[in-house]
């Protein structure tokens, strides 16, 4: 949640410059680089052949897609109400693989939890609610559609799960790096690598580096240790920590609703952990 919740502030210094589907392909390229010279430095094999479909699956429904869409909205819209938008992952996650795959159980203490979680976030984020109004509905709607492709994308992950998070990461990267390179080229149009300062360029090589090569690392681990559903809960921790940088380094203030929306989160992280009711029944019992 930290490394994606300083995306937010790269993605907002760099589509300022460089066009948003540039961004989003610069991103995943630069990880997929960086990730294939760990997995050859390390001594693991990458899939050949037909075992490429699958990762441009979810390169497509896990990068290309929910990027392009993201920056996109980021465009029109603050980096707050984008986070709020993009932390009902979770929710979506829950309907795709509770209810429409019947991969995971789906269990009241889970729907619980995940709109506590949703609740926190807005509380956090309350300011940045009143774009919901003003700012631009399809802005929005792309925010919305990045979280259902994240849903998606978690689900069909599972599959993957038997190959080390080195070797998952690269592969779909190495897959929506395919993708996206002719929607680069055709919407960059009269755009020059020549343009952007170096502040943006640092913020894109942020993106790939460590929001990118080092988180998906970490969330393949996740993925095939705790599940869809449980992997997709870093999308309501994101905004926290895109708080706690705004903090830190920004100079914002952090006041009592953002403090008690983070305990609401907290909360709802509880309830939907379930450990908790399990011991109290197990005591009852």
Known sequence: SLLWGGSFLFAKVAVGEVPPVTVAFLRVSIA?????????AMGLTMPRGAEWGPFLVLGAVNNAVPFSLLFAGQTAIGAGLASILNATTPVFTVIVAGVLVRQEPLRAHRIGGIVLGVGGVAIMLSSS????????VWAQLCCLGAAVSYACAATFAKRFSTLPPQVSATGQLIGSSLI???VAV??????SFSDPGLTAWLNVLALGTLATALAYLIYFRLLSEAGATNASLVTLLVPASALLFGWLILGERLGPLQLAGFAVLLIGLVVLDGRIFRREGARAA
Not at 32 to 40: D, I, S
Not at 129 to 136: I, K, N, Q
């Open 186 to 191: 055709i919407f960059s149009s009269g755009w």
């Open 32 to 40: 997929a680089l960086t990730l294939y010279v760990l997995v050859r």
């Open 180 to 182: 996206m390179l002719p």
């Open 129 to 136: 609610l009143t774009g919901l109004a003003s700012d631009p």
